[in-house]
C-alpha cells in the first residue's frame, strides 16, 4: 500500500480512455484499490479515478461521511466501482462547485445531470446498480468522466465561475 503521485492537468494520460478491468482475480486490482484509497485519504479528496495516479483501468473509488472540501454535502457511501456505464435519467441539471486532486487549487461551476444510474462492479465481481442524484451523481459524474479523458474545466460552460480555491472560497480548508 502506498501513497501515489497524482498526475496533474496536461499530462496527457489524464486525456486517454481508460481500459476495462477483464481480471477480477488478478492480485493487482486489490494493490490499485488499495494505493488509490491511500492515497485519496492523503489528500482529503472525495473520489479518485485510476488514470490520475498512472493506470489505465475503469476503476474510480469515491465516497465521504463528511467532506472538509465539501462541507454542505450529503453523504455518499464508500464505493468502489470497475467497468462503470453511467445512463442519464433526467436531462435537467444542476450547477455546482467543482475541484479535482488533478486540478490542485481551482474549482470551477460544473453543469451536471441531477440523476444518473450507474451500473458496475465491486472487486468481487458483484454487480453495482444504483440510481442517484444531486452531489452523489455528480462525485459519479467527476470520477467516470477521468474514465474518457475528461476533466471538470471541459464540462465547464462559464469561465467566470472558475478561480482559485482560496480567492471563491477563503473560509473553507484549502486543497492540498
Ligand atoms: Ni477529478
Redesign the pocket.
Known sequence: MSVCTILRMGDARLLALAQPVTDFADPGLNVLIDDMFDTMAETG?V???AP?IGVGLQVVIFGFEKSERYPDAEPVPQTILINPVITLMTEEEDLGW??????PGLRGEVPRHKQIRYQGFDPQGHVIDRTVEKFHARVVQ??C??LIGK??PMRMRDFTRFGFTDVLFPELKQDP
Request: with cysteine; aromatic share 6%; net charge negative.
Open positions: 479528496g473520489g479518485l479515478a490520475q467543482e475541484g479535482c486532486l488533478s486540478v467527476h470520477e468522466d477521468h476533466l471538470f
